[in-house]
C-alpha cells in the first residue's frame, strides 16, 4: 500500500469520518485511521446505542399507557436481553454503512492505533504515512473524578459500561445531571428502577435555559434529584455527599459517574510535536486550523463543541477549507452560536442559541414569549392534555432579533433545526412569524411562540 496521500485523518468518528468521505468525493487520496471502530463514540457506545435503548423504553411505555388512546394491551412486559440485542444490530448495521460509505469515496481505511508525528505524518503499526494535511479527530473519553473509593470499584461505572449492564438495577444513582446523566437517569426510571441523579449546580443540564430545565426536571417525576450536592465518598454502592451543610448517603446496586468527558489529547503524539492545546482541547480557529501548518482538529478533541452533529460540521468545514483556500470566504467556517442540543428523554428538551441568563451576560436587554404545546392540535391528539410541553423564544428588546429558541416536549428534537436556520438568517419576530410551518404539526407551537410576543 502507497503511504503518500493528500490527506490523512486521524479517528473515525462523526468529524472524522464525515471528513474523510466529503475529501474523497472530491478526488482527494485519503487515509483514515481508526483504532478501535469506524463511528467512534457516537455511533458505538453514545448517540446510537443510548436512543436505540431510549427508544425501546418510550415504546414499552406507550404500551402501558394505551388506553387513554384506545389502543389496549394486557400483560406488557419487556425484555432487556432483546433491547440490548437489537441496539447491537442497529450499531453493527450502522458501523458497516459507515465502512461502505468510506469504500465508495475511494478512501483508505487502517484499523490500528496512529500517532501524529507533526505536520504531514502519521505512523501507523511502524510504517509512517505522510500527506499535506492532517486532520485531528481522536474524540473525548469519559472524565472519571478523583472521589474516594471509586477507583475499581465493581459498582461504578461510566457511560459505556451503563450502556451494556447484563441486568437492570433495582437502584441507580448517577452522578451528574447533565445530558448523559439525565437520559440514562429517564431510561432506567421508565423500567422501574428507583434513580438517584446527584448533581453539584443549583439545576439539571446547566447549559439549557434555567425555566426549561426546571421544567424537564419535574416532567421526570420517576426521577429523584438531589440539586446542590457535592460528592464527599463511596464505599461500595453507598455514596456520601453534602447539601446545605449536612452529610446524607444514598445506596446503589450500579453508580454511573456521569460528570461529563474530556478531549482526547494523550497517547496519540500531540504532546511532542508542538501543537497548541490547552486542558479544554486543541486550539482551532473557526475553520478548524490549529497552530502547525496544514493540521486540522475537529469534534470533541477540540472541546469546542462537543456534539456528534458539531463534529460532522466541523469534518465538512475542514474539507471545504483543505479543498478551497478561499471557501471562508463563502461562509465555510463554524459558527458556534447556532449549534442546536437535544437531550432525548420523555419529553425531549432541545435548544439554539442563548439562554436568558447568557443573553443577558452578553448585553442584550431582551424580550422572551412562550406557547404551550397544547396550542398544537397534533400534539395534544398524540400525547394527550396533560403531558408538558412549551416552547419559549427570547429576542432582543431593540432589535426584535431572535437570540434563542428553547423547546420542551414530544418532537423537540425534530424541529429544533428551523430554529438554528432562524438564527443562522438573522431573523427578526417579524421575519420569523411570515414563515408558513405545516399544519398539523407540533412545530407550530414556535410559531405561536413567535405570537405570543
Not at 444490530?89 to 461502505?100: D, F, H, I, N, T
Not at 471509586?150 to 445530558?179: C, F, M, Q, Y
Not at 396550542?375 to 396533560?386: D, P
Not at 405545516?438 to 407550530?444: L, M, N
Amino acid at each position: 500500500m502507497t503511504t503518500e496521500f493528500d490527506v490523512i485523518v486521524l479517528g473515525g468518528g462523526p468529524g472524522g469520518y464525515l471528513a474523510s468521505e466529503r475529501l474523497g468525493h472530491a478526488g482527494k487520496k485519503v487515509l483514515l485511521v481508526e483504532e478501535i471502530a469506524l463511528g467512534g463514540t457516537c455511533l458505538n457506545v453514545g448517540c446510537i446505542p443510548t436512543k436505540t435503548l431510549l427508544n425501546s423504553v418510550k415504546t414499552y411505555t406507550h404500551a402501558l399507557e394505551g388506553d387513554h388512546f384506545g389502543v389496549h394491551a394486557e400483560g406488557v412486559t419487556y425484555s432487556w436481553e432483546r433491547m440490548q440485542a437489537w441496539k447491537a444490530e442497529v450499531v453493527k448495521g450502522l458501523v458497516a454503512g459507515v465502512g461502505m460509505a468510506e469504500k465508495k469515496a475511494g478512501v483508505t481505511v487502517l484499523n490500528a492505533r496512529g500517532t501524529f508525528e507533526g505536520p504531514g505524518r502519521v505512523t501507523v503499526e511502524g510504517t509512517t504515512y505522510t500527506a499535506e494535511h492532517v486532520i485531528l479527530a481522536t474524540g473525548s473519553v469519559p472524565v472519571m473524578p478523583p472521589i474516594p473509593g471509586a477507583a475499581d470499584n465493581p459498582k461504578v461505572v461510566d457511560s459505556t459500561g451503563i450502556l451494556s449492564l447484563a441486568e437492570v438495577p433495582a437502584r441507580l444513582t448517577v452522578v451528574g445531571g447533565g445530558v448523559i446523566g439525565v437520559e440514562f437517569a429517564a431510561l432506567y426510571a421508565a423500567l422501574g428502577t428507583e434513580v438517584t441523579v446527584i448533581e453539584m449546580a443549583a439545576e439539571i443540564t446547566p447549559f439549557a435555559d434555567a425555566e426549561v430545565a426546571a421544567a424537564l426536571r419535574k416532567a421526570l417525576g420517576k426521577v429523584t434529584f438531589e440539586m446542590g450536592c457535592k460528592v464527599e465518598s463511596i464505599s461500595d454502592g453507598a455514596i456520601t455527599y453534602s447539601k446545605d451543610g449536612a452529610a446524607h448517603t444514598v445506596d446503589a446496586d450500579v453508580i454511573l459517574m456521569a460528570v461529563g468527558r474530556r478531549p482526547a489529547l494523550q497517547g496519540w503524539g500531540a504532546e511532542n510535536t508542538g501543537l497548541e492545546m490547552t486542558p479544554r482541547g486543541i486550539v482551532v480557529d473557526d475553520r478548524m486550523r490549529t497552530n502547525l501548518p496544514n493540521v486540522w482538529a475537529v469534534g470533541d478533541c477540540n472541546g469546542r463543541s462537543p456534539l456528534a452533529h458539531s463534529a460532522y460540521r466541523m469534518g465538512e468545514v475542514a474539507a471545504a477549507n483543505i479543498l478551497d483556500p478561499e471557501a471562508y470566504r463563502r461562509g465555510e467556517v463554524m459558527r458556534w452560536n447556532t449549534v442546536p442540543w437535544v437531550v432525548y428523554t420523555a419529553p425531549e428538551m432541545a435548544g439554539v442559541g442563548m439562554t436568558e441568563a447568557s443573553a443577558v451576560e452578553a448585553g442584550h436587554e431582551i424580550i422572551t414569549a412562550k406557547a404551550p404545546a397544547l396550542m398544537s392540535g397534533r400534539f395534544i391528539a398524540e400525547n394527550g392534555f396533560r403531558a408538558p410541553g412549551f416552547a419559549k423564544v427570547i429576542a432582543d428588546k431593540h432589535t426584535r432579533q431572535i437570540l434563542g429558541v428553547h423547546v420542551l416536549g414530544a418532537y423537540a428534537s425534530e424541529m429544533i433545526w428551523g430554529a438554528q436556520a432562524m438564527l443562522e438568517t438573522e431573523l427578526t419576530i417579524e421575519d420569523a412569524r411570515q414563515l408558513v410551518f405545516p399544519h398539523p404539526t407540533v412545530s407550530e407551537v414556535i410559531r405561536e411562540a413567535l405570537w405570543a410576543f
